[in-house]
C-alpha cells in the first residue's frame, strides 16, 4: 500500500519566492497534518485538517504561511515570501480520525532558502 | 514546563544491553500515546502504541504510569540497528492533536 507521498523532496530557493509544497495523504485517511522540523525546535505541528476542513492553524508561523485541501486526497503548504528562517524539513502526516490512531508521516520536504 | 519532556541523551549502550527512556507529560487528561523512532534524516516512525496496562512487542515494552504522568519505552537486547532518536508522542486532551517530545537520541556501540 502506498503511504504518505510528498513532493518536492528537495527544494532550494531564493530569499523572496513561493515556496508549494505538496501531499498526498493515505488512502482512506481522513485527518492530515502538517509539521515542520529544526534541530533548535523540533517536531512542530503547523496545521491540521479533518475531512478536508483545517481545524486547528495556531502552529503556523506567520501569514506568511497557508495550507489548503481541497479533496481528500490533497493538501499544499505554501509559504509566500519565503525567507531563510523558514528552512526546515517539512512533513505531512495522515491518519483515521479519532483518539489512538496513530499518525504516518510522509518522507518530508528538505527546504532550503537562500 | 513543556508539555512533554525527555532526556535528549544521547544513551550510549554496548549491544546486548537493556536501557529505558521516560518520558513525562504534564496534562493529566491526555489520553493517546505512541512512541515512534526517527532514523537521522528520515521520517518519524511508529514503533508501538502505549496502552494503560503496558505492552509488548518482541524486545520492546512500553508502560503508562497516569499516576506519576509519564510513559517509558525499554529495549532489551539492544541491536546496532537500535541506534536512532525516539519520540514520545502523546495525545492532547479533546482534540486529534499529537504533541512530539523533541526525542532521546540512543546509540548502540559494537
Known amino acids: 500500500d502506498a503511504g504518505v507521498i510528498q513532493s518536492p523532496r528537495h527544494e532550494v530557493t531564493e530569499m523572496g519566492q513561493e515556496v508549494t509544497l505538496r501531499c498526498k495523504p493515505i488512502?482512506?485517511?481522513?485527518?492530515l497534518f502538517w509539521y515542520r522540523q529544526t534541530m533548535m525546535r523540533g517536531l512542530e505541528l503547523l496545521i491540521y485538517f479533518n475531512n478536508n476542513v483545517p481545524i486547528d492553524d495556531s502552529g503556523m508561523p506567520e501569514d506568511r504561511f497557508s495550507a489548503k485541501m481541497p479533496n481528500a486526497s490533497f493538501s499544499t503548504l505554501k509559504i509566500q515570501p519565503s525567507e531563510p528562517r523558514d528552512s526546515a524539513v517539512y512533513f505531512c502526516?495522515?491518519?483515521?480520525?479519532?483518539?489512538?490512531?496513530?499518525?504516518?508521516f510522509g518522507d518530508g520536504t528538505r527546504l532550503s532558502i537562500l | 514546563r513543556k508539555e512533554v519532556e525527555q532526556d535528549p541523551g544521547p544513551f550510549n549502550v554496548p549491544e546486548g544491553a537493556t536501557v529505558a527512556f521516560n518520558c513525562t507529560y504534564s496534562n493529566s487528561a491526555s489520553q493517546s500515546f505512541f512512541w515512534y523512532r526517527q532514523d537521522c534524516r528520515k521520517e518519524p516512525k511508529l514503533l508501538m502504541s502505549v496502552y494503560s496496562s503496558g505492552n509488548e512487542d518482541g524486545r520492546f515494552t512500553a508502560q503508562l504510569n497516569r499516576a506519576s504522568q509519564y510513559i517509558s519505552l525499554l529495549i532489551r537486547d539492544s541491536k546496532l540497528s537500535d541506534s536512532a532518536t525516539y519520540l514520545c508522542v502523546v495525545g492532547a486532551s479533546g482534540t486529534y492533536k499529537y504533541i512530539f517530545g523533541t526525542g532521546t537520541r540512543l546509540k548502540v556501540l559494537a
Open positions: 502526516a495522515s491518519s483515521l480520525m479519532g483518539l489512538n490512531q496513530p499518525q504516518h
Open positions: 488512502s482512506g485517511h481522513n485527518s
